[in-house]
């Protein structure tokens, strides 16, 4: 993974503002990134918020879970999944969508706009 | 420049296309490069399917391929550019633009044109390629129906006239009528022969069509052969016929067959058949070796096939045999047919006019329901030869299996099509098809195929998918699908999986029981005490509704939020552009002046898109996200309540007038629905559920549809039971007769819980009854006789819902912790930039990509 320098991160909300295993949808540099935080340790993900298949913004309403060890989104509309890890749509090997770096620091969520390669 | 075997494929309809997906599957990158030339605008589109165009389809839905798909798999494509000639010794494709394209491999696959016959006029109609020209003033107005190009023309032209006429009485010459009747135009069929579908039916079925035909308003005229066309005196034009007498019509489409364009094929002295064709052998090779024609253009064995599937066929042989891998021949193949013509079905399967010697035939005609069954049997009397069947297609895949596979018949052959009685019927299960038998008809997946997926070690659906492709498409065939799957894993002795899902080893019904028993009240603790890993999409909704339907708590909460399916999680349906629509409730569909006004004016005030459900409810559309709660806050004012039009719950209690008003109405049956749907609303289903009272067997409520339905009877109230609409249609079974008030809700209390306690996640009750044991002899005898002595439980967990009912979004206004949860952003008050409206019929509805890109959102947002 590209390391990303540490001047690209933007703050977006606090930690609790996103729901326990589930989205919210943030707005990066024009850019609308979900953002989800995921089981007892807290794991952050970023992916685009963008969903390729119905060509709506809606990934962040989508469930989470898991797929074996994959943690994954599964689109709300025509119910594709994606490895939130990577963004690899698990259905269909030639999709993939963006997914960007995320941290938390002191209880607040930092994101990047800048895609994860 | 490269030193790849260079493909070259002139026609880019659906066979062109298939035969590029094929290339594609192979992997033809390293060694191959392809071209095709395109002659129309658009990009290969689903012909089969070209009428839904007039039914609201758009080119993109029509299109068979994702947008980008040639670029990314470095396919070259000329659109709008017409081969016109090849040179075969330089190896050259010249075209009407000019372009000059060496090939190594040339595949034709031109399709057809329709035929149109030599007519006089006064004035003269030019058919250059299969597109009309004419020297007069209107040629807009005589048309052809091949092309997305034709329906537009069609559609312009209907919206200048009245009355529309199509020559040609075969399948596509009805499709055509039914789409000028959807037009809104008086709609006649003309025909040569002495009945419709001569090609497929015989003459009495071609009687028993017509009939029907007729009595959906198009007007039937055979035996007319067209033999001049001037101009009309009412309508625009006058076609007059060989036997003196004449109709007027203001469109004409000609619809009289369809011949191979092998114009090119030709020129360039390629083999074509007397009758046309390009002459290919069982590699699709022509008389050139390296020149292939596949498609509706192609000539085998002296047969021309006008239907899509052999040319997919086609498709993959060359495929094949250009690459050298794989070992596909084309051996010819089955024409039967089934299709819906003007609402009528009709199959024609092998020979079905019994032109082969000796054969015998055996039909049924039944005139009170306008069915024609007809079978055609070998002059032993022990094969299936052809079949014709109108009016009701049960038997199609049955007797196609028969005819396809030789299958022995039945000492009476007759009983085939003879109504069906009750032996009969089982007579055809999974078990008794042959390998070939297809089970999925979208993508030509046989038995054979999907038994060998199984044993090559797919144990699930999606696996059986990702192999096979059955059931990706239309999805009819995905029960038999699984049913197949469970047969196959049973015999080889593999333990047939229930489990919900991987995370828990329980079917519903067990983790049902769990949640119940054990008093569980959130799903981690479910999760760490009976399941592993995460969750998922599918456990999460399952055990949201049990919970719900156990405890009934918010579902909103903290804990159950994230578990929550995309409607329920907004508490509204999501519509495709992300925005949502919003359902209030109104019971039994009475609703005051007031009310309906206060709805109105929240809908104007929102600028809201506004309809009437199937529902008796009104559905607002185009609401944002983060509008939703404001909006509720309004419907909630004036005191509407949450319709739950997004949960898998209570939908509606369909009603109608009743003995209020009604000359026929035995009892209040407005007043019992709306008593009922207040009585169950919010309850938490394994799958939706929904209701109707009808004041009188007359059925204005189409009760028997319902999953509870009740009938009126002048003693009191008919309950019924499991009925559905949707996609299997199913009438309701009679539970009990003539109960009163306090019977009939006792019943309707124990039924409900014992549906939710013991079906499927995502069981209707309709297919929930078809797979129980018993049947409704046993749903009685829980019900009415408590032969599980689980009644008085049933009742009380019901009380519980009633007593803990509370209105969702009355509850989620007014707390400002949750209204945070539909802000659009969590960082920002912007609003989603993709959501963009237009007006149409003076409503608000999504822009389509189109014209989102010339409102000016940017090409990657649109296309992306
Ligand atoms: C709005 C409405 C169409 C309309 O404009 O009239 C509608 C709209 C939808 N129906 Fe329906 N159905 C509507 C009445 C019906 C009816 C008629 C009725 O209820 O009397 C039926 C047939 C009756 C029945 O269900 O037995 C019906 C059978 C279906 C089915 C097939 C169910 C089946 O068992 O085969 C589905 C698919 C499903 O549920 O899996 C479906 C699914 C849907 C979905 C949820 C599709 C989707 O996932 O987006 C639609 C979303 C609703 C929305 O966004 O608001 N809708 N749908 C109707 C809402 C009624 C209401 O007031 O709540
Ligand atoms: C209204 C309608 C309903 C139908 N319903 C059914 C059905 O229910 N079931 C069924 O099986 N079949 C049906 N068919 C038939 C089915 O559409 C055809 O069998 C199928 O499209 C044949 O595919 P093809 O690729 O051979 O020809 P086409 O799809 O016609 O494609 C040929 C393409 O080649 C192009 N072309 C021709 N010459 C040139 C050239 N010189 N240079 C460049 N391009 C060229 C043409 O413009 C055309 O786009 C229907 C057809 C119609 C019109
Ligand atoms: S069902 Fe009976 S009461 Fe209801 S409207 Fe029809 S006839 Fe009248
Ligand atoms: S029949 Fe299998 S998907 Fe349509």
């Known amino acids: 993974m590209k390391k990303v320098a540490e001047t690209t991160y933007n703050k977006i909300c606090a930690m609790n503002d996103i729901p326990h295993n589930a989205g919210v949808c943030a707005l990066v540099d024009g850019k609308q990134i979900a953002l989800f935080r995921i089981g007892d340790k807290n794991e952050l993900y970023a992916i685009s918020n963008y969903d390729p298949f119905s060509k709506a913004n809606v990934i962040s309403r989508g469930i989470v879970g898991t ?51 | 420049m490269n030193s790849k075997h260079k493909i070259v494929i002139i026609g880019n309809g659906m066979v062109g296309h298939r035969f590029i997906e094929e290339l594609v599957d192979k992997d033809f990158r390293d060694n191959f490069s392809i071209t095709t030339f395109c002659e129309e605008k658009n990009l290969a589109y689903d012909r089969v399917s070209l009428s839904t165009y007039f039914n609201g389809k758009t080119k993109e839905d029509l299109s068979l391929m994702p947008e980008g798909y040639y670029e990314e798999n470095g396919v070259e494509i000329f659109i709008g550019d017409k081969a016109e000639s090849i040179d075969r010794k330089a190896k050259v494709v010249k075209s009407a633009g000019g372009r000059e394209v060496h090939y190594d491999t040339l595949v034709l696959a031109t399709g057809s044109y329709p035929f149109v016959p030599p007519i006089q006029g006064q004035k003269q109609y030019y058919f250059e390629g299969y597109r009309a020209f004419e020297c ?84 039937v005229h055979t035996s007319k052969s067209t033999k001049l066309i001037s101009s009309g005196k009412e309508a625009r034009y006058q076609l007059q016929f060989d036997d003196g007498t004449y109709l007027e019509t203001d469109i004409l489409v000609f619809s009289s067959g369809i011949r191979p364009r092998d114009e090119i094929a030709r020129k360039a002295g390629l083999k074509i058949g007397d009758k046309g064709g390009i002459v290919i052998d069982s590699e699709c090779r022509t008389s050139d070796e390296d020149i292939f024609a596949i498609g509706e253009c192609a000539l085998w064995n002296g047969q021309i096939f006008g239907l899509v599937s052999p040319g997919y066929k086609m498709a993959g042989v060359a495929a094949d045999i250009i690459t050298a891998q794989g070992d596909r021949r084309f051996e010819g193949a089955d024409m039967s047919t089934k299709l819906k013509l003007i609402g009528v079905d009709v199959a024609s399967i092998g020979d ?17 329901k306008g069915t024609y069954k007809k079978i055609v049997i070998s002059p032993e009397g022990n094969r299936l030869l052809g079949a014709i069947l109108i009016g009701g297609v049960e038997e199609y895949g049955t007797l196609q299996q028969m005819m396809l596979n030789e299958m022995t018949l039945p000492k009476d052959p007759g009983s085939l099509i003879l109504p069906t009685t009750e032996e009969a019927a089982a007579g055809v299960g999974l078990d008794t098809l042959p390998e070939a038998a297809i089970i999925c008809s979208c993508h030509n997946v046989t038995k054979g195929e999907l038994m060998k997926s199984v044993q090559d070690g797919a144990t699930t659906i999606g696996e059986i998918k990702t192999a096979t492709c059955a059931s990706t498409g239309c999805g009819g065939c995905s029960t038999m699908c699984k049913q197949l799957l469970d047969n196959e894993l049973a015999k080889r002795g593999v333990d047939v999986n229930t489990d919900l899902c991987e995370h828990f080893p329980y079917t519903r019904q067990e983790l049902y029981g769990l949640i119940r028993v054990k008093g569980i009240r959130n799903f981690e603790t479910l999760l760490a005490e009976h399941g592993h890993g995460a969750g998922c999409e599918i456990c999460k909704p399952a055990v949201a509704s049990i919970l719900a339907a156990c405890w009934n708590e918010y579902i909103l909460k903290d804990e159950h939020y994230g578990l929550q399916d995309t409607n329920d999680r907004m508490l509204a349906n999501m519509q495709k552009d992300g925005t949502y629509s919003i359902v209030p409730r109104v019971a039994g569909g009475e609703i005051t002046p007031e009310k309906l006004i206060a709805l109105g004016e929240i809908a104007k005030k929102w600028n809201l898109y506004t309809k009437i459900t199937g529902g008796q409810r009104i559905d607002l559309f185009g609401a944002r996200q983060e509008q939703l709660p404001l909006i509720w806050e309004d419907l909630v004012a004036v005191g509407f309540e949450s319709g739950h039009a997004y949960g898998k719950a209570l939908r509606t209690v369909k009603s109608c007038v009743g003995s209020t008003w009604c000359r026929y109405g035995q009892q209040d049956s407005v007043g019992l629905a709306v008593e009922i749907e207040t009585r169950y609303k919010g309850l938490r289903t ?51 007769a003539d109960l009163n008030k306090e019977s009939l809700i006792k019943y309707i209390d124990r039924f409900l819980m014992y549906y939710v306690r013991t079906a499927d996640r995502l069981q209707r ?47 989620t206004v007014a707390s400002p912790e949750k209204r945070k949860r539909f802000r659009m952003f969590v960082n920002s008050d912007e609003t989603d930039n993709n959501v963009i409206f237009v007006e149409e019929r003076g409503q608000i509805r999504p822009a389509t990509d189109d014209e989102k890109f010339e409102l000016g959102v940017s090409r990657k947002e649109v296309f992306e």
């Open chain 2, 136 to 219: 007069g003033d209107h040629k807009q107005h005589i048309h052809v129906y091949r092309t997305i190009d034709d329906l537009d023309a069609i559609k312009a032209s209907a919206s200048k006239s009245e009355i529309g006429t199509v020559i040609g009485g075969g399948l596509l010459g009805l499709e055509c009528a039914n789409a000028l009747k959807n037009l809104g135009l008086k709609t006649h069929v003309v025909d040569r022969g002495p009945s419709l579908m001569g090609v497929q039916i015989d003459a009495e079925g071609g009687i028993v069509l017509r009939a029907k035909i007729e009595e959906s308003g198009v007007q």
């Open chain 2, 686 to 736: 394994p799958h939706k559920l929904k209701m109707a009272v009808s004041g009188c067997t007359r059925e204005c409520a189409e009760a028997q549809g319902k999953d509870v339905g009740i009938i009126a009877t002048d003693l009191g109230w008919n309950l019924y039971v499991c009925g559905n609409g949707g996609m299997k249609p199913r009438h309701a079974d009679l539970l009990a």
């Open chain 2, 765 to 811: 009750t309709a297919p929930w009854l078809e797979n129980i044991e018993g049947g409704v002899e046993h749903l009685k005898a829980v019900i009415i006789e408590d032969s599980l002595g689980i009644a008085e439980q049933l009742e009380g967990e019901m009380a519980h819902i009633i007593d803990t009912y509370q209105c969702e979004w009355k509850t």
């Open chain 1, 67 to 117: 797929m074996g060890e994959i943690p994954k989104v599964v689109s709300p509309i025509y119910k594709q999944q994606f490895n939130l890890t990577n963004g690899q749509c698990i259905d269909n090997p030639k999709v993939s969508i963006p997914t960007y770096p995320i941290r938390e620091q002191g209880g607040a969520i930092y994101v990047s706009a800048i895609e994860n390669c």
């Open chain 2, 352 to 368: 079905s006019h019994g032109r082969t010697e000796g054969s015998r035939s055996f039909s049924f005609r039944d005139e009170l």
